[in-house]
């Protein structure tokens, strides 16, 4: 009989001890934030948008973002009290319009017994996002036609014109060819880097900047093919560091010489 009551008592002890560890809580809150990149490329004048979403066993009574510069001071930007359980929304950054310097963004949610959670993301900003012109063209040396471009202007020139405006043109050996000499100089003196791996959708000023610095500087550009990439710096609006990113779109080359240009897009 007692060695009947004392297997009783273990079994119901067995019983309490699980049902008290199925009703085990989380004292913190657990957050999950999207983009789950813990990095985050970004760009001036900008929004990046989060997903936010909070569980709590306990209900939150904060829910605050904070930002902070590399050695700088953390400020609060967003704040507000969720008062339930758990936690949905969409909160959106919007960058400064002049922005270079990664910036680290803080949320953290805080229930009523004073537990929280923080999780970080760092926005990695890429300066300002470069505006595209497409449709441009380039008239060869050859065709009778402006056969010169200026990038500042966007517009064709005379192959006469001065060389400060001529930023690019075609060049050709042979005045008598009917073929495209697929060749550019820069009487300007722009200097030229090849890129095709280059992000050109994303292309910013920082980026641009970048990818020039990292690549082969070029006085002249030869056997120019559809998709090549050109980061170009135009020297003569030193001291100040002006790129442009050109995509050749398209090549004609077609009977005589008269319709013969290049197309492509620009972004600046």
Known sequence: MQTRNLNLFFFV??????????????????????PENK????????????????FSDFKLTQLIVTQKFSGGQETVIFDTTPGVLNFNMQWAFF??????????LYFKAINENGFQTTIGRK????????????????NSANSGNPAAFNF?????????ADSMLRDIQEYQSDTASTALAKKWVSPSNC???????FDYS?????????????????TEIANIEINDIYIVKLLRLAPDDVYTVVKIT??????????DFYEFAVKK
Do not use: H, M, W
Request: proline share 2%; charged share 25%.
């Open 39 to 54: 990095e985050i490329d970004a760009f001036a004048g900008e929004k990046t948008v989060f997903n936010i979403q909070v």
């Open 202 to 218: 994303n292309a910013s000023g920082t980026t641009a900047r970048d990818a020039y610095n990292a690549g082969i500087k070029l």
């Open 13 to 34: 002890s067995l019983i309490i001890a699980f049902t008290a560890c199925g009703e085990k809580t989380n004292d913190k809150p657990i957050v999950k934030i999207f």
């Open 152 to 160: 500042s202007t966007l517009q064709q020139v005379a192959a006469s």
């Open 191 to 197: 200097q030229f880097v090849k890129f095709n791996s």
């Open 123 to 138: 926005l990695i900003f890429k300066g300002k996002r470069l505006q595209e012109f497409t449709g441009l063209k380039l």
């Open 95 to 104: 960058a400064p319009s002049e922005i270079e310097e990664d910036l680290y």
């Open 250 to 259: 398209n090549i004609i080359d077609a009977e005589g010489k008269a319709n």
